[in-house]
């Protein structure tokens, strides 16, 4: 007999169907048993009658989260019987045969039937193969699944073309220290920390260009929105006007992934009762417009011209309260605070650079970078760094480059954001952090 889906069993009422799954929830009521089945497409009841013992005898070694095949006629339950939640209304099966295909040799580490799990993070981190077969945790990776589709979907339909470039550089590059450093047969090398010039380099040459990608940070944190090796929504794009061309590019492929979730993403939402952030255009804002703003509005004095963590939070309450968008564009940064090859604002004093912030955290860098070979260099020494490291670099603007600029976008944030995840490691299958290499 074929497989049949859960999804599909309200369909086929009145027939006998071939299921398989996990068991979620067993429960016994008198001399009925009863089982809530799952597989990747939803979950249905399971009714054992005692006239079905028989050939359903494995279900006496049924526990919660073992894995079984099951044949059974699909009956209509009656109206008030139908359950709340997620399992396929309107629907049970009353189980002819049961087989077992799997059960675990130990009792679970964790109990992952109920709605809510209550475990802490490093419980839910070390035993990640359990954790992940709960229905919140699992709508995580489903939500996330869609992001990167839709990302990728929204960057072609840019014209933008998908590239992957190396991880492992030969030099510590950007001049920061927070590099990987590794071992390359008899030399040393540096896992990326961005595709910064790659990607310029693709955008010198293809115009537009987009990298979903490892990126390796080699920064000690401890913090609910820092990881050691994230996955990075990169885009890169010639000949614009300047940085709000940028911008406003972001905003739209931003929008237009949100919008490609569809039902399928409100779904996972939904199991967080969470909502999409509604389609406002973004408030762009002059960060030393925003300092004034927390100045005035929260009373926060700041220094070196900074937005800290938790100014990043005021200023996104303060723009939803008074914009009603989630999101907000700070803009021009003091060229003291950005990297070399950010293009200085005329003054000399900022630059051509935005962070995005949503829901009051960083979840982009971006700005028009510098497409002049001397001015570079000049760039470059201004920062204290020597030009002749950066020969491979200098190369992509040497023979002529057309003015771009990009962003750095981080995956996980916003799927913790979108979620209202306590941690961003909560968005990891399995997240790398300063004490954790394992699982
Ligand atoms: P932050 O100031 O929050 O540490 P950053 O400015 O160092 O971030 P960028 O170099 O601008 O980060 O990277 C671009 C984007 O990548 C960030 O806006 C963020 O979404 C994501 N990102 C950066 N560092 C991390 C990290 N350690 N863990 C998870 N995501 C990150
Ligand atoms: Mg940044």
């Known amino acids: 007999m074929q497989r049949v889906l859960i999804r599909d069993v309200p369909s086929q009422i009145g027939k006998e169907v071939f299921l398989q799954g996990w068991v979620s929830v067993r429960r016994d009521h008198g001399k009925l048993v009863f089982l809530d089945v799952r597989d990747r497409s939803g979950s249905v009841q399971v009714v054992i009658l005692p006239n079905h013992l028989e050939s359903c005898v494995a279900v006496q070694d049924v526990r919660n ?38 059960k675990g040799n130990e009792e679970l580490p964790i109990d992952v039937s109920p709605v809510e799990l209550d475990v802490n993070l490093d419980t839910l981190l070390n035993n990640r193969t359990v954790s992940l077969r709960h229905r919140k945790v699992q709508a995580i990776f489903k939500l996330y699944s869609l992001l990167l589709a839709g990302y990728d979907q929204a960057c072609r339909n840019e014209e933008f073309l998908e590239i992957k470039t190396p991880k492992i550089l030969s030099s510590a590059t950007e001049g920061g220290a927070n590099f990987f450093k590794i071992k390359y047969f008899d030399r040393e090398a540096y896992l990326a920390q ?10 010198t040459t293809f115009e537009r260009v987009f990298e979903i990608g490892s990126v390796f940070r080699a920064e000690p944190h401890f913090t609910s929105r820092h990881v050691n090796e994230y996955v990075g929504l990169d885009g890169e794009m010639a000949f614009i006007d300047g940085v709000e061309d940028v911008m406003a590019m972001l905003e739209k492929i931003l929008f237009a992934t949100f919008a490609s979730f569809g039902e399928a993403g409100q779904k996972e939402l939904d199991c967080y009762l969470e909502h999409f952030p509604p389609q406002v255009a973004i408030p762009r804002i002059r960060l030393s417009d925003a300092l004034q703003i927390l100045e005035k509005e929260y009373g926060k004095k700041v220094e070196n011209e900074d937005i800290d963590g938790e100014g990043e939070r005021m200023m996104s309450e303060y723009v939803f309260k008074t914009y009603g968008s989630d999101f907000v564009f700070l803009t021009h940064y003091p060229a003291a605070l950005r990297p070399f090859y950010s293009m200085p604002s005329a003054d000399g004093k900022y630059t051509e650079t935005f962070d995005l912030l ?20 000049d760039s470059i020494r201004h920062k204290g760094l020597d030009p002749v490291q950066f020969q491979d670099y200098l190369n992509v603007f040497r023979y002529g480059a057309p003015a771009h600029g990009g962003w750095g976008l981080g995956s996980e944030r916003i799927i913790q954001k979108l979620l209202g ?9 399995y997240p790398r952090d300063v004490k954790r290499l394992t699982p």
């Open 194 to 203: 961005s595709p910064q010039f790659y990607k310029q380099a693709g955008a």
């Open 358 to 377: 949503f829901r009051g955290v960083e979840i982009a860098s971006g700005g028009q970078r510098i497409h002049e070979y001397q001015m570079l260099i």
């Open 421 to 429: 995840l306590g941690s961003i490691k909560e968005a990891l299958l």
């Open 65 to 102: 989260e073992t894995i079984i095949s099951l044949i059974g006629k699909v009956n209509e339950r009656p109206v008030n019987a139908k359950k709340e939640g997620e399992l396929t209304g309107g629907v049970e099966i009353e189980a002819l045969e049961l087989k077992i295909l799997a």
